[in-house]
């Protein structure tokens, strides 16, 4: 656990570093790309890379841009191909903005879209890594946001990321960055919000309730408010991270930051969470649900064992092996969720006696248990 006298130093000898600009950042009041702001972060990020740190950049602003170059008013962004094609060509106008901007630091940009399903599926989520570690290597700054020409954020099922701030996070957790920093409009996390006595919060140990109650509402121009910064800094909290709200428009803000100085709200880390168990508890997607015996349920939470096939006693959906699922106690209870060894089609074959119930359901170390996430 960090202490709160070190924090300030650690953003200071920070390496991997995971900067969020916002739409209201990226995009001046006429909905075009604000120079004046963006030009001053791209050189203090270049700083950063010229220092020898490494720099990941998850931008918004693709949507707004791209309802602009088409002539459309905001108003018709609740139709979701308008909004899909927005984005396809507001992604043209950022990445041409930022190559440009970059290319004055005599630095190279790369272009990477995501969606839910490269963090949903294990294999894609572990080909990300691989990505990014050989584009830092190459000296590229990768240049991410949510391939939202193809991804559907009205959707029935839990999102793995429904904005950028929890992609940010998703990242920070992925390649075991040092900070993430979310930049909006806004100077940090707000004591008073909206009224003349509004004082930053400077410093947050743990997300409590009382915490969450500060926040409400989103931002006029993006999925993002503070309740969806929260929700990302929490991740990064778990994830060992360390994470800044600041105000993207504070001259010198990137170099103030991560040169120790006192800006914004920051998150102190937590205890990292290890290896696959970090993907199980935040960018996997639950596709069924198991109902354990009081024994199963003892061995996993107070043996820590494996989850047997002879200790489930129901289930439901239908998920492949190797797909994630869901495990409760026969109260109904969350147990947790782990990898499956066996689809449901075997498993229900087995559960109906059309064989014996031998075997493995989800190893010790494909499990997490509820209180973790």
Same mark, same amino acid.
């Given at each position: ?60 602003g ?23 094609s ?83 996070a ?8 040092? +900070?993430? %920093? @979310?930049? &909006?409009? !806004?100077d940090? =996390?707000?004591?008073?919000?909206? $009224?003349?006595n509004?004082?930053v919060?400077?410093?947050v ?8 109650q500060?926040?409400?509402?989103i ?23 360390l ?25 102190l ?26 024994n ?8 820590? +064992?494996? %989850? @047997?096939? &002879?200790? !489930?006693?129901? =289930?439901?959906?239908?998920?492949? $092996? ?37 075997g ?14």
């Amino acid at each position: 656990m960090t202490s709160k006298t070190d924090h300030r130093s650690l953003l200071a000898n920070a390496r991997r570093i995971i900067v969020k600009v916002g739409s209201g950042v990226v995009c001046n009041a006429v909905n075009e790309f604000d120079r004046q702001h963006m030009l001053p972060l791209v050189r203090d990020m270049a700083g950063l890379v010229k220092e020898g740190r490494q720099v990941v950049l998850v931008s918004s602003g693709a949507v707004t841009l791209g309802a602009a170059e088409l002539g459309l008013h905001r108003a018709r962004l609740g139709d979701a191909s308008v909004t899909r094609s927005c984005a396809a060509t507001g992604q043209c106008r950022l990445m041409e903005a930022y190559a440009r901007a970059f290319r004055r630091h005599q630095l190279k940009v790369a272009q990477v879209l995501l969606t839910e399903d490269d963090f949903i599926e294990l294999p894609r989520y572990q080909a990300l890594r691989q990505t990014f570690e050989k584009l830092l290597k190459l000296g590229a700054v990768p240049v991410v946001n949510e391939n939202d020409t193809v991804s559907n954020i009205w959707t029935d099922r839990a999102p793995v990321f429904r904005d950028n701030d929890r992609l940010g996070a998703l990242l920070l957790n992925k390649l075991d960055a040092d +900070a993430l %920093l @979310l930049l &909006s409009n !806004v100077d940090g =996390l707000l004591h008073r919000a909206g $009224s003349r006595n509004a004082q930053v919060i400077p410093l947050v140990t743990e997300i409590t309730p009382e915490i969450r109650q500060l926040v409400s509402g989103i931002s006029s121009m993006g999925r993002g408010g503070m309740a969806a910064k929260l929700d990302a800094a929490e991740i990064g909290m778990k994830a060992g991270g360390l994470v800044v709200i600041a105000n993207g428009k504070t001259p010198k803000i990137v170099e103030k930051v991560f040169h120790g100085e006192e800006h914004g709200t920051v998150f102190l880390p937590g205890t990292r969470i290890a290896g696959k168990k970090r993907w199980l508890a935040f960018a996997s997607a639950v596709r069924g649900e198991v109902t354990i015996n009081a024994n199963a349920k003892s061995a996993l939470t107070e043996s820590h +064992a494996s %989850l @047997l096939i &002879s200790g !489930v006693t129901a =289930l439901e959906g239908n998920f492949a $092996s190797g797909q994630v699922i869901a495990v409760k106690d026969a109260e109904g209870r969350s147990v947790g969720r782990g990898i499956a060894a066996c689809g449901s089609q075997q498993l229900a074959g087995l559960l109906k006696g059309e064989g014996a119930l031998k075997g493995l359901l989800i190893r010790r170390e494909n499990f997490l248990l509820e209180d973790v996430t």
